[in-house]
Structure formats: structure tokens, C-alpha cells
């Protein structure tokens, strides 16, 4: 069975700039999440889909992150314009359904730096 | 919300020595808890997980026990190896299933 995947491995972007990650979920995995790894810190969630629509998007900075699953598989996040704390390993996780006790896998994460 | 605090942050070992790891939530609506490894340059990946109805569990080198009255859970590694040398994240389920995480323990295994 193949994993998470995610795209692109590193990223280095000036301050201001704007910047896009990619990931593909386990196939036949409604729940999707989108995480932030600061270092040195475990990974907090940014947002939550089940198939195509948001479930929790409350720790979202909506004024420059913005994402999107629209067809209920793959998903693109986006970051405009890129603030110099935005620097952080960004992990796509996905679960079957997102219920109880159920087991999240995570991608190898997308590794940004904002210069 | 949940907060999750993971003990010690850094642990060095003995090769063939054991490794402890404690953590400790506060929602006491917390019924599941697992534990991630994370090497170098990759995502976290799953080792053990307990959910509230068990206190141990055990897989080969690995066992995770659970004091639901103390609200803390526990990762034991026996036998340490040097590919044991990871970043170990604990972690807590939330009533409304979100996952809250430590902030991480870096294990060295020493040769």
C-alpha cells in the first residue's frame, strides 16, 4: 500500500513571497489533515477535510494560508505572502474516516524555509 | 483544549540499555494515545498506540503503559539499538478526535 505522498520535499522562499505544497493521501482515506512541525516542536493541525469539505480550520492564519481538497483525494496548501515564522516542516496526514481511535499516517512532510 | 507534556526532552543511552519516555494529558476525555517516531528528514511514523480500555500493551522491544487516574502514559524501549535514535512524539485524542502532541523527545542510542 502505498503512503502519504508529498511534494515538494524543500522549499527556500523570500519573505513575501508565496508558496504551494502538494499531498496525496492514502487511497480510499476520506479524512485529510494539514500539519505544522515548527523545530523542535510536535506537529500542531492547521486543517482538517473530510472528503472535500472542511471540518476544522480554527488554527488556519486564513489571512495567508489558504487550502484546498476539491475533488475529496488530493489536496494543495498555500502560503501568501510568507512570513519569516512560517518556517517548519509541513506534514499531510491522512485517516479512514477520522473517527475515535483511529490511526493517522503522515507523508514525509515539505521542509520550508522563508529567508 | 488538550495539552500534552512529554518528559524528558532529550535522553541519551547505552546500547542494550532501556529508554523511558513519560507524557501527561489534562482532558481527562482522552481514550487514545499513540506514540510516533520520527527520523531524520521523514514524517512521523507510528510505533505503538493504547487506547483507554488497556493499561499495557506490548510489541517485541516496545510496550506502552497507561495510568488513566494520573492521566499519563508511558513508552518503554528495551534493548535500545542504534536505529532506535529518533525523535519520539507522544500524543493524546481529543473528545472531538483531534490529536494533540508533545513537543518531542530526541533518543540517542550510544554504541
Known amino acids: 500500500e502505498a503512503g502519504v505522498a508529498q511534494s515538494p520535499r524543500y522549499k527556500i522562499i523570500e519573505k513575501r513571497q508565496s508558496v504551494a505544497f502538494w499531498c496525496n493521501p492514502i487511497?480510499?482515506?476520506?479524512?485529510l489533515y494539514w500539519y505544522q512541525q515548527i523545530l523542535g516542536q510536535g506537529p500542531k493541525l492547521l486543517i482538517q477535510?473530510?472528503?472535500?469539505?472542511?471540518?476544522?480550520d480554527s488554527q488556519l492564519p486564513k489571512d495567508r494560508f489558504s487550502a484546498e481538497r476539491l475533488k475529496g483525494v488530493d489536496s494543495t496548501l498555500k502560503i501568501q505572502p510568507a512570513k519569516l515564522e512560517d518556517s517548519a516542516v509541513y506534514l499531510c496526514?491522512?485517516?479512514?474516516?477520522?473517527?475515535?481511535?483511529?490511526?493517522?499516517?503522515f507523508g514525509p512532510g515539505t521542509r520550508l524555509l522563508v529567508l | 483544549g488538550e495539552n500534552v507534556e512529554q518528559h524528558p526532552s532529550t535522553l541519551s543511552v547505552q546500547e542494550g540499555d532501556s529508554a523511558v519516555i513519560k507524557c501527561t494529558y489534562s482532558?481527562?476525555?482522552?481514550?487514545?494515545f499513540p506514540w510516533y517516531k520520527q527520523e531524520l528528514g521523514k514524517g512521523p511514523q507510528l510505533i505503538i498506540d493504547?487506547?483507554?480500555?488497556?493499561g499495557e500493551k506490548k510489541d517485541q522491544r516496545i510496550a506502552v503503559t497507561l495510568n488513566k487516574t494520573a492521566k499519563h502514559f508511558s513508552l518503554h524501549i528495551t534493548e535500545t539499538q542504534p536505529e532506535d535514535s529518533a525523535v519520539y512524539f507522544c500524543?493524546?485524542?481529543?473528545?472531538?478526535?483531534?490529536?494533540?502532541f508533545g513537543a518531542g523527545t530526541t533518543v540517542t542510542v550510544r554504541a
Open positions: 477535510f473530510q472528503n472535500n469539505g472542511v471540518v476544522d
Open positions: 493504547i487506547r483507554s480500555n488497556v
Open positions: 487511497s480510499g482515506h476520506a479524512t
Open positions: 496526514a491522512s485517516s479512514l474516516q477520522g473517527g475515535r481511535g483511529e490511526t493517522q499516517y
Open positions: 482532558d481527562s476525555a482522552s481514550n487514545y
Open positions: 500524543a493524546a485524542m481529543r473528545v472531538d478526535y483531534k490529536l494533540s
